[in-house]
């Protein structure tokens, strides 16, 4: 059973940094397309970072881009996101999932192919 836990959220002013970690237990994690996605308040989940198997591909949502890096190491079987230059629009709670049948090939990023979620954490930011 694939298990994923977040953590490192919190609650940070305007322009401050935080880092979001999200362990993966059980099945295979080098074979897994992960991504963070964040539900504002009354809004439907959105993608805001991607990253492929092997860590050589990226995607980011536009309004993150250049402010957020999601990484990935194998070896500790851990995904993550940091962010930079935070805004009070990005207060949402964050989730970590997994695309577990991912084809080495390909890179998917919207939350229908993510098969396996963590339980999120939220992060608030203050004007």
């Known amino acids: 059973q694939v298990q994923l836990r977040e953590s490192g959220g919190g609650s940070v002013q305007a322009g401050g940094s935080l880092r979001l970690s999200c362990a993966v237990s059980?099945?295979?994690?080098?074979?897994?397309?992960m991504a963070w996605f964040r539900e504002k308040s009354g809004k439907e989940r959105e993608l805001v970072a991607a990253i492929s198997r092997s860590g050589g591909r990226t995607k980011y949502t536009d309004s993150v881009q250049g402010r957020f890096t999601i990484s990935r190491d194998n070896s500790k079987k851990t995904t993550y996101l940091q962010m930079n230059n935070l805004e009070p629009e990005d207060t949402a709670v964050y989730y970590c999932?997994?695309?577990?049948?991912?084809?080495?090939?390909?890179?998917?990023?919207?939350?229908?192919?993510?098969?396996?979620w963590g339980q999120g954490t939220q992060v608030t930011v203050s004007s």
């Open positions: 059980g099945g295979q994690f080098s074979r897994y397309g």
């Open positions: 999932g997994a695309d577990t049948r991912v084809i080495l090939s390909d890179f998917r990023f919207t939350a229908q192919y993510y098969d396996y």
